[in-house]
């Protein structure tokens, strides 16, 4: 520019040279900033080869977490069910998919599928959901070794939906579909966080035959109360996972609202003298179970639709318009207005 004076043109030049300098900073992460759950969620940890995503058409699922997990976003590619589905999942599934064979796990000590039969089953590949350490990473790179088979292991928590959805579509070829799905779960997460967290109700889930067992702070069968803020009495414990009580310890705690998932148990809680004399004014709810539980069983993406129904008092959004997205989206059903009824009582 030879018509500028020596001086404007040092001036135009460091000018120019902050302007870059400031739109390159633009392009870079931010240092110090807070990174979101995205961000932070941990990765899914491979096995065995990588695989050709256009080349995966049958998925081994490990667990009942994995097969709900690709039953979500690959029906088409599940082989069959790790677990026995309940009677009247099949009336809210796709019944071809339904009515897959049941193989059994693969997964953890409650392992019931040899190496030749999954040789015989040729999946192109095993997928399990839960933990991505220990004793399930050593399985599954010793299975990866013997059989060939690529091995992923996805972490399992419930704040960890949108980011299984987003790196197992990205292993399956389905990145659109799971984004779309992913995005669903951060939603309802966020409706959903610390709902109850002001409310002093004190809440108890009953598993077992007889509403003895439980999960305590931390367990993946709880994850659901911890999200919504819900007060949950196991955590006066100092144990993990799931766990027995007793009832000196239900009497002690004395909570307020039982939740189980089994119809036949809330009429054994309801009619039995020990909880009767207990917890005199307990309120028993059941959490639906269809196609998958809502609180648990299995610890999966299904527990999404459960965080509106435990905090449906408190809900700014309509809850039932929540669980019927959710079916449609997750599920590809839509669920009748009778059966919206009967869940949300």
Known sequence: ??????????????????????????????????????????????????????????????????????????????????????????????????????????????????LETLLTLKPDLILDVGSTEGTFASQARRVAE???????????????????LR?????????????????????????????????????????GSDGLETGVKGSLNTEVFEHVGARNVASALNQKGLTRVSWEQLAAWQPQVVVTQEPSLAERIRSDSNWSRLLPKVEV??????????????PGLN???????????RLKADPARLVSEFYRAFYRITPTESDLKDWLL
């Not at 779960?185 to 966080?193: D, I, N, P, V």
Request: no cysteine; aromatic share 8%; charged share 20%.
């Open 167 to 207: 790196q197992v579509g990205r292993l399956l070829g389905l990145t659109q579909k799971a984004e779309s799905l992913a995005v669903q779960a951060e939603s309802l997460l966020a409706k959903t966080r610390g709902l109850l967290a002001a409310d002093p109700v004190r809440y108890y889930l009953a598993r």
């Open 146 to 164: 013997q059989t060939g088979i690529p091995y992923a292991l996805v972490p399992g928590h419930l704040v960890d939906s949108a980011s299984q």
């Open 285 to 298: 709810r059941v959490a639906p179970r269809f196609p998958f539980g809502w609180v648990d069983g299995p």
């Open 1 to 114: 520019m030879p018509w500028l004076q020596p001086g404007h043109r040092r001036e135009l030049k460091f000018v120019m040279e902050r302007r870059d300098f400031l739109k390159a900073l633009t392009l870079l992460p931010l240092v110090g900033a807070i990174p979101t759950r995205a961000e932070t969620a941990p990765s899914l940890a491979l096995f065995g080869q990588k695989p050709d995503p256009t080349r995966i058409n049958r998925v081994f699922a490990a667990g009942p977490v994995a097969s709900v997990l690709t039953y979500v976003l690959a029906p088409r590619m599940l082989i069959g069910w790790p677990q026995h589905l309940e009677r009247g999942a099949a009336r809210l599934m796709d019944p071809e998919v339904a009515n897959l064979p049941t193989y059994g796990r693969l997964a953890g000590k409650a392992s019931t599928v040899s």
């Open 303 to 313: 527990r999404l639709v459960g965080l509106p129904w435990l905090g449906r008092g």
